[in-house]
């Protein structure tokens, strides 16, 4: 069993995930520290060891409000939230989340504002 528990992480029941755009766990959010998914860092190793033992459970984030994204020619392409742009990809984990949220009505859905652009408007 793994017995390096960093002092830290001393009555931390459960951590929140932290996505890049991609859908890619980039590091975890524990009381008011991030931790960055790192090999060599041993928060994350304690965090992935705990986890594993059911000591620690792995929170998702709680995505509240996104905004459509559309390419030039007006097709959705992703959504824009705290996290950034997130493409429509069944195989990205975050967008899936999203659109759970979203079935859930978890999540808001807004419509972009008027985007101007150097050579005119664009509005959806």
Not at 19 to 41: C, E, H, L, R
Not at 82 to 88: D, S
Not at 113 to 118: L, N
């Amino acid at each position: 069993m793994f017995d390096e528990i960093p002092h830290e992480l001393n009555g931390i029941t459960e951590v929140q995930k932290i996505y890049s755009w991609d859908g890619s766990v980039t590091s975890y959010k524990a009381g008011n520290m991030f931790i960055p998914v790192a090999i060599g860092n041993r928060h994350y190793v304690a965090i992935k060891k705990l986890a594993e033992s059911g000591q620690l459970i792995l929170k998702e984030p709680e995505i509240k409000e996104v905004t459509k994204a559309y390419n030039f020619e007006g097709v959705l392409k992703g959504y824009t939230c705290g996290c950034g742009f997130v493409p429509i990809d069944d195989s990205n984990a975050l967008f899936k989340l999203i659109i759970k949220d979203i079935d859930n009505g978890k999540c808001i859905v807004k419509e972009p504002e008027e985007v101007k652009f150097a050579w005119g408007e664009w509005t959806n």
